[in-house]
């Protein structure tokens, strides 16, 4: 099993819509969860913190269940720049950047 | 505009060349990563320095030579690499190794070895 898991996608929307992208992880331990964004050819770009309690900003909601060992990201009225992929990053050590896995991304395409 | 800036953007290199990468960061940070991303795979961690000196080494290959002159500057010196090696490589920096996820990337250095 992967540490972090991701649905590929590609996920292909209308302008408007709500999407969800789930992420699994495999370390029971883990401690920090991050969400964050690459566009096309650019580097990643944090996008969120995923808070135990879960949280919001704007469109996005992030949430956390440590019971089934996922995090989830949810984009609500969705807009041609939300276009990217979303990577799903899990810290397996609270101390320090070293452990951070990576998952592969999830592919999000808005369409007019 | 970005805080992180890597040159050069893009390298093509042929298995005996040396070339060198360089990441510069003007955010006042004191911990710098090298990441490779490779088509189909996760984010790798290569190194990590905090401070300039180096925490952490992933098994990475002697083929590839990182060097820390000072807290804003990252090289990665690249010698008789192989095919395999081509990605992308990204420089990030955090304010210490400490901080928990958030890394601020360059928009990368893409190395194709001929």
């Known amino acids: 099993r992967k540490e972090v898991e991701q649905d590929p996608g590609p996920f292909n929307v209308p302008e408007g819509a709500t999407v969800a992208f789930n992420c699994t992880y495999s370390?029971?331990?883990?401690?920090?969860f991050f969400w964050y964004r690459q566009d096309c050819r650019k580097e990643p770009k944090l996008l969120m913190s995923?808070?135990?309690?879960?949280n919001e900003d704007g469109r996005f909601t992030a949430q956390l269940n440590r019971a089934s060992q996922y995090i989830s990201l949810l984009i609500r009225d969705s807009k041609l720049s939300d276009s990217a992929t979303y990577l799903c990053?899990?810290?397996?050590?609270?101390?320090?950047?070293?452990?951070?896995?990576w998952g592969l991304g999830t592919s999000l395409a808005v369409n007019p | 505009e970005t805080g992180v800036t890597q040159t050069p953007r893009h390298l093509v290199m042929g298995m005996t060349n040396k070339k060198s990468l360089k990441c510069e960061q003007h955010?006042?940070?004191?911990?710098m990563y090298w990441y490779k991303q490779s088509a189909k795979k996760p984010l790798e961690l290569m190194f990590v320095y905090s401070l300039e000196e180096r925490v952490e080494n992933n098994s990475v290959p002697s083929r590839f030579s990182p060097e820390c002159p000072n807290s804003s500057h990252l090289f990665l010196h690249l010698h008789t690499l192989q095919p395999e090696d081509s990605a992308l490589y990204l420089c990030?920096?955090?304010?210490?190794?400490?901080?928990?996820?958030?890394?601020?990337f360059g928009e990368g250095s893409r190395l194709t070895v001929l």
């Open positions: 955010l006042g940070h004191n911990a």
């Open positions: 990053v899990v810290n397996s050590n609270a101390g320090n950047n070293r452990k951070l896995i």
């Open positions: 995923v808070y135990s309690s879960g």
């Open positions: 370390n029971s331990a883990s401690q920090s």
């Open positions: 990030a920096s955090s304010r210490t190794d400490s901080d928990t996820g958030e890394l601020f």
